[in-house]
């Protein structure tokens, strides 16, 4: 399991690769499903168009959700292990914000467990966007 | 007592602080505390609790040292 907030721009494929090779270290033929979310930061929302985004978080409590929530993950279905990195501070167009993999035998519970981490995180652990519009005007995004 | 008091986000700014530390000596709920941060205004019921790092409610009850933080609904992903 991990778990990782950063400020700095990733690759989530560079991400996947690296850990996938940890993973395989204990793991190799063992699971036979993985499954991937990326969230992305897009040039539009509520029918305006964004130039970036800032996310803040509660640091401590953010990090301490998501822990909480994988290893309900990890006890509610059948999975290896799970991975979430998530961006804060200034986030520009194209740039990935979240990174959610679950990998298990199966692939019925690595895509059920895997939605349910992006939906629990998306409701409940404590980030916020500040998007600044085309027109440089900037707003809170309502949840 | 000495309690930390957060807020984050939106709410930050219209409260305008970060943070804050109060002092008080009877038992206080959540609630008790926005009132005193924030000149009694009501507790909108969107607003979301945390105490100490865990989601709470307006009616618990906090203690010496404890983190109460008030953020509005949560937008990440």
Known sequence: MKIEITANAFNPWQQLQSYEKILNDKYAGVYGAANIFVGTMRNYNEGDTVQSLFLEHYAGMTENYLAKVSKIALERWEIIDTLIIHRVGEIHLGETIVLIATWSGHRQAAFESCRFLIEELKSHAPFWKRETLQNNSVRWVKG | ?77
């Open chain 2, 1 to 77: 007592m000495t309690i930390t008091v957060k807020f984050f986000a939106s709410l930050r700014e219209q409260v305008g602080k970060t943070e804050t530390q109060i002092e008080f000596s009877d038992s206080l709920t959540v609630n008790k505390i926005w009132q005193q941060v924030t000149a009694n205004k009501v507790l909108p019921k969107h607003i979301l609790v945390a105490v100490n790092q865990e989601y709470a409610s307006q009616d618990t009850t906090v203690k010496e040292g404890d983190e109460v933080a008030f953020f509005p609904p949560v937008t990440g992903g």
